[in-house]
């Protein structure tokens, strides 16, 4: 098992510096592969990573929620939305994001999506090459 960030990640970044094995990094370019990723085979399942994501983002692979029920404000950023966001990471540089979606309160979303595009990062894009 390893853990699985979700669409609900705002490219915080302060996951990445947790992270003992170094497996997390931001997908790039970030209009396709929008949040930040973990390498299924380096992960050690710690668990570091997820006190570390203000927007809990970060699950278990097994406890990803099939209907993540929103408090209200927070987003979902995946290819395709077209919503648009900007915040400040971990590190106090800017991040935009033009792939994102407020949730409304009580609003159920399926967060079990976003398992295969972590793997497909590492698989197929562009996330096999930025752990080399």
């Known amino acids: 098992m390893t853990y699985i ?40 399942d710690c668990g570091a990573c997820v006190p570390e994501c203000p927007f809990e983002a970060i699950f278990p692979e097994d406890e990803v929620p099939e209907a993540y029920e929103a408090k209200g404000g927070e987003y979902i950023s995946r290819v395709g939305l077209t919503g648009h966001y900007e915040g400040i990471d971990h590190h106090g540089n800017q991040v935009v994001l033009d792939t994102v979606r407020q949730l409304e309160p009580g609003e159920v979303v399926d967060l079990t999506e976003d398992i295969q595009p972590n793997y497909d990062f590492f698989e197929n894009g562009p996330g096999y090459d930025a752990l080399d």
Not at 8 to 24: A, W, Y
């Open 5 to 44: 960030i979700t669409s609900l990640c705002l490219r915080d970044s302060g996951c990445i510096e947790v992270c003992p094995v170094e497996c997390i990094v931001p997908g790039k370019p970030v209009e396709e592969w929008p949040w930040m990723y973990i390498d299924p085979d380096t992960c050690i």
